[in-house]
């Protein structure tokens, strides 16, 4: 069951990670495009640059970003400071990677809650960007799916280490 639930969590933080990675990729060509239209117009070869492009940049990168945070916590890779770590006895270390992982998992929902309360409160007032009257509400659409894909691993990541903590010998790292 636990193999099971590890590569389902793995799966879905690299899924998200790969979708965040190709969010920017196209959002560099995209910038590229724009840019070089620009340029092109000024010399009057081409049609210019792409309108709302610093709209679509915004929403691809905060997407971008929350479909990164899975992966970082399946990965253990969050910023950390290890200052007493060395000093501490085992079971106090694992100990309290069960309530950093708690932490994060209460973390998790409750940023998912914040995005899932702010798209309903952009749809209902029809707010849209500036250039591209691109519906706000679709940026916090695709953040949502990051930040829920956050929850699921961060769920996991306290079985994972709460494993850890009964199990002195049981593995903690990922395994990917």
């Not at 690299?14 to 239209?37: E, H, P």
């Not at 945070?69 to 069960?98: E, G």
């Not at 990051?146 to 994972?160: N, S, T």
Request: aromatic share 10%; glycine share 10%.
């Amino acid at each position: 069951m636990y193999l099971m639930l590890s590569r389902m969590a793995g799966g879905v933080a690299r899924l998200l990670a790969l979708a965040g990675g190709a969010l920017l990729l196209a959002i560099v060509v995209l910038t590229v495009v724009s840019i070089a239209g620009r340029a092109l117009f000024s010399a009057g070869v081409c049609c210019g640059p792409i309108r709302g492009i610093y709209d679509y940049t915004e929403i691809a990168v905060g997407a971008a970003i929350f479909a990164f945070l899975p992966w970082c916590q399946y990965m253990n890779s969050h910023a950390a400071v290890d200052l007493f770590k060395s000093t501490l006895p085992d079971i106090m270390n694992r100990f309290l990677n069960v309530l950093i992982d708690v932490g994060m998992l209460v973390l998790a929902t409750l940023i998912a809650h914040r995005l899932w309360l702010g798209l309903l409160d952009k749809q209902r007032y029809g707010e849209t960007t500036l250039i591209a009257q691109i519906p706000v509400w679709i940026g916090y659409a695709a953040c949502l799916v990051g930040a829920v894909g956050f929850v699921l691993v961060a769920a996991f990541c306290v079985i994972r280490s709460a494993r850890g903590l009964i199990r002195k010998n049981a593995q903690m790292e990922p395994q990917s």
